[in-house]
């Protein structure tokens, strides 16, 4: 089991480097949701996968405001109508960062999460800044190696680290891939996405207990197996009236 083995080992360096990091981002998401407000969470390809690992899914909660853009994200396809040469193409654009954001109100009590595993596209590295001269408190999620090993590709000289103010490594080596095969020129079997859903579960256990202990937990959405159908399904409800209340909040044109 040679990949789980090096998952293991990608795992196991997040946990022993990138603690304090994993502790500020949580400490900025559960100011910015115990306040009421948001966190924007913001990837592309496939860093989507956090995103959607935030929330909305079982053991999540509102707070965490999901932004992805089909766009860049819908791989299935992969030739054809919506196929991934766009999708690639579309998010190294500058200036659509801009126009995303141009749907939302950016305020200084809410906070970005912005995930990409090479840090140099365009359109993650333009939200966070965005988001950062609006005063939001930004977390890059990235896997550094890998960034630092390619020139940058934004005109601006910079890469997405440049712009947060905690990054947090995904710990990858550059590449992605985590296994030689003998005979193969080439590793196979990527490790971003497995360290990027360990993080954000990560981050979304320790936000849970800081707002917890403050009394401002929002409700979590909970699986019958555990609470029962009714109770499960008054849970659902009151998470996604919270959710609503907080996207409205946020989005352009709302009163």
Partial sequence: MSWIRRAHEVLDTIARTQGEAIETASRFCADSIGGGGVVHTFGTGHSRIPVEELFPRYGSYPGFHPIV??????????????????????????????????????????????????GLNAVP????????????????VTALAESRSAPVRHSSGTRLADHADVVIDLCTPPGDALCAVDGLDVPVGPGSTLAAVAIVNEIKVRVAELLTAAGTMPP????????????SAARFEAAYLDHGRRAAEVLRGTP
């Fill in 125 to 140: 590295i333009e939200i966070a800044q965005q988001a950062r001269k609006a005063g939001l408190k930004v977390v890059a």
């Fill in 220 to 231: 979590v959405l909970t699986s019958k197996a555990l609470v029962g159908p009714e109770e």
């Fill in 69 to 118: 853009e089909l766009s860049m994200t819908f791989h299935t396809q992969v030739v054809g109508a919506n196929g991934q040469r766009q999708a690639m193409f579309i998010e190294r654009v500058e200036g659509l960062a801009e126009q995303i954001l141009a749907n939302f109100t950016l305020r200084e009590t809410d906070a970005l999460i912005v995930f990409s595993a090479s």
